[in-house]
């Protein structure tokens, strides 16, 4: 029922004379609480710290220099090889070139045969280099 | 692709077969290359170094002959490992050492 029929103490006048029910410390108190900072000061120092990361730079720079050592090594062989077989390359597309201009002159030749005074052929520019047919269509059996 | 020869046994100078002979070229053939080069910076015309470039082409094709007479088998496998690759000389290391062991560079 209520509280005070629960609780009473014998010859209590009004309920502000109830013995108390509190939750409180055990008895001697709680034991005490640590919370005071514990960081150690232990490890590696900054100069330390500061060489192991630079020596770590300064190995992957030199891998990274070792890399493109071996890498312009393998494209200079690239390169050497191309430098090889290009003059049998030019002088193959020479051959060709010079071939296919002759038929080209011959049909110029025959397409203004009946117009008065046109040069066949060489009717390019007049600095007196070769420079090669610009019509815009390099091989047209390729292209 | 078929082999690198052609019905008479020569070889076919492909891109395969050019750049797998492309060192024995190099050094073989060297001074009509170079004869060639000059020819063509004085004067980028075709037809005046047409001489020229016939005889580039005479020694390219005989070396190239000489060589497939020589290591005909080391040589066919580099081929093919040059055309499988596109050219790639790192991925043919070791076709290209057997081809120049067989076929010394000199």
Same mark, same amino acid.
Request: with cysteine; charged share 30%.
């Given at each position: 029922?209520?509280?005070?029929?629960?609780?009473?103490?014998?010859?209590?006048?009004?309920?502000?004379?109830?013995?108390?029910?509190?939750?409180?410390?055990?008895?001697?108190?709680?034991?005490?609480?640590?919370? $005071? %900072? /514990?960081?150690?000061?232990?490890?590696?120092? &900054?100069?330390?710290?500061?060489?192991? @990361? =630079?020596?770590?730079?300064?190995?992957?720079?030199?891998?990274?220099?070792?890399?493109?050592?071996?890498?312009?090594?393998?494209?200079?062989?690239?390169?050497? $090889? %191309? /430098?090889?077989?290009?003059?049998?390359?030019? &002088?193959?597309?020479?051959?060709?070139? @010079? =071939?296919?201009?002759?038929?080209?002159?011959?049909?110029?030749?025959?397409?203004?045969?009946?117009?008065?005074?046109?040069?066949?052929?060489?009717?390019?520019?007049?600095?007196?280099?070769?420079?090669?047919?610009?019509?815009?269509?390099?091989?047209?059996?390729?292209? | 692709?078929?082999?690198?020869?052609?019905?008479?046994?020569?070889?076919?100078?492909?891109?395969?077969?050019?750049?797998?002979?492309?060192?024995?070229?190099?050094?073989?053939?060297?001074?009509?290359?170079?004869?060639?080069?000059?020819?063509?910076?004085?004067?980028?015309?075709?037809?005046?170094?047409?001489?020229?470039?016939?005889?580039?082409?005479?020694?390219?094709?005989?070396?190239?002959?000489?060589?497939?007479?020589?290591?005909?088998?080391?040589?066919?496998?580099?081929?093919?490992?040059?055309?499988?690759?596109?050219?790639?000389?790192?991925?043919?290391?070791?076709?290209?050492?057997?081809?120049?062991?067989?076929?010394?560079?000199?």
């Amino acid at each position: 029922m209520t509280e005070a029929m629960i609780r009473k103490k014998p010859g209590m006048v009004s309920v502000k004379d109830m013995p108390l029910l509190q939750d409180g410390p055990p008895p001697g108190g709680f034991p005490p609480v640590r919370y $005071a %900072r /514990r960081i150690s000061n232990t490890g590696p120092s &900054a100069m330390a710290m500061f060489l192991a @990361v =630079s020596g770590a730079f300064a190995w992957g720079m030199y891998q990274v220099g070792q890399g493109n050592k071996i890498r312009r090594a393998l494209k200079e062989e690239k390169y050497a $090889a %191309r /430098r090889a077989i290009l003059p049998i390359l030019q &002088a193959e597309e020479d051959e060709r070139f @010079v =071939s296919e201009w002759k038929k080209y002159l011959e049909y110029e030749a025959d397409v203004m045969k009946d117009v008065p005074g046109w040069k066949v052929g060489e009717n390019v520019y007049n600095s007196g280099r070769w420079m090669p047919p610009a019509t815009g269509e390099l091989r047209p059996d390729v292209w | 692709m078929s082999s690198a020869v052609d019905a008479t046994g020569n070889p076919i100078p492909t891109s395969a077969v050019l750049t797998a002979s492309a060192k024995h070229i190099g050094m073989r053939c060297m001074p009509e290359n170079v004869a060639f080069l000059k020819c063509k910076k004085n004067d980028p015309n075709p037809e005046k170094c047409l001489d020229k470039g016939r005889e580039v082409t005479r020694c390219v094709l005989g070396l190239l002959k000489d060589l497939h007479q020589k290591c005909q088998k080391e040589m066919d496998d580099y081929v093919g490992c040059m055309y499988y690759y596109t050219n790639e000389f790192d991925l043919c290391r070791k076709e290209q050492e057997a081809f120049e062991k067989v076929c010394p560079l000199k």
